[in-house]
């Protein structure tokens, strides 16, 4: 059974930065395309990850809005995604989802596997 949990998040101010993980569990690395998709207070659930990461045909992808800001990358030693985030924003406030499906590119536009997520929240 896959099972994703993410991790990191929590409470930083606007310019900071922040470190999520997403430890995975029950599925082979190499097979996968892993994104992360967020919900801001209000909205609903993007229906595309802002960030992806795909070791079965190594793609990346990063959305506009976080583009040059954060960074997606697998430890796959440890089965974990990570997403480092700095110059945060308090528009980057949301729910962090981690996603997975196999045999599939960036970006993820839908998963079989998710996260319950982690908080994050930017002040101003």
């Known amino acids: 059974e896959v099972e994703l949990v993410e991790s990191g998040g929590g409470l930083v101010q606007a310019g900071g930065s922040q470190r999520l993980s997403c430890a995975a569990s029950g599925f082979t690395f190499g097979d996968y395309a892993v994104g992360w998709f967020r919900q801001a207070p209000g909205k609903e659930l993007e229906g595309i990850s802002f960030?992806?990461?795909?070791?079965?045909?190594?793609?990346?992808f990063y959305e506009d809005s976080v583009e040059g800001r954060f960074t997606i990358s697998t430890n796959s030693a440890k089965s974990t995604v990570y997403l480092q985030m700095k110059s945060l924003k308090p528009e980057d406030t949301a729910i962090y989802h981690c996603?997975?499906?196999?045999?599939?590119?960036?970006?993820?536009?839908?998963?079989?596997?998710w996260g319950l997520g982690t908080q994050v929240t930017v002040s101003e």
């Open positions: 996603a997975a499906l196999s045999r599939a590119g960036c970006p993820l536009r839908k998963a079989t596997s």
């Open positions: 960030s992806c990461i795909s070791s079965y045909d190594d793609s990346t």
